[in-house]
């Protein structure tokens, strides 16, 4: 199965930028279509953005314009770039994967994704 580890949250004030990476290992990447998603404290997971093998993105209506969703298969990598962020991005976010070549689903559904990273928190500040 694929390993996944997020890296690069932090702190920003509103309107800053902040770009996420997942790092994955252990299987072949190129094979998985990923996403991310995010949870803030008392609320359910919601999925933020994803994207399959062939790069077909998708994004929750509250990001669209203002996150954008990536790999690098030859790095093994994912990235979230974030502009304009607002206090209520404010979240744990996650990476997570799934061994379906096509992802067309908007927004993306946590029981789709079977393998998870630990997160990253991003907060921003008003």
């Known amino acids: 199965q694929v390993q996944l580890v997020e890296s690069g949250g932090g702190s920003v004030q509103a309107a800053g930028s902040l770009r996420l990476s997942c790092a994955a290992s252990g299987d072949t990447f190129s094979r998985y279509s990923m996403a991310w998603f995010r949870q803030a404290p008392g609320k359910e997971r919601e999925g933020v953005a994803s994207?399959?093998?062939?790069?077909?993105?998708t994004y929750a209506d509250a990001v669209k314009g203002r996150f954008t969703i990536s790999r690098d298969n030859a790095k093994n990598t994912l990235y979230l770039q974030m502009i304009s962020l607002k206090p209520e991005d404010t979240a744990m976010y996650y990476c997570?994967?799934?061994?379906?070549?096509?992802?067309?689903?908007?927004?993306?559904?946590?029981?789709?994704?079977?393998?998870w990273g630990q997160g990253t928190q991003v907060t921003v500040s008003s």
């Open positions: 997570a994967a799934d061994r379906r070549r096509w992802y067309l689903l908007s927004p993306p559904r946590t029981a789709d994704f079977g393998y």
């Open positions: 994207i399959d093998t062939s790069k077909f993105t």
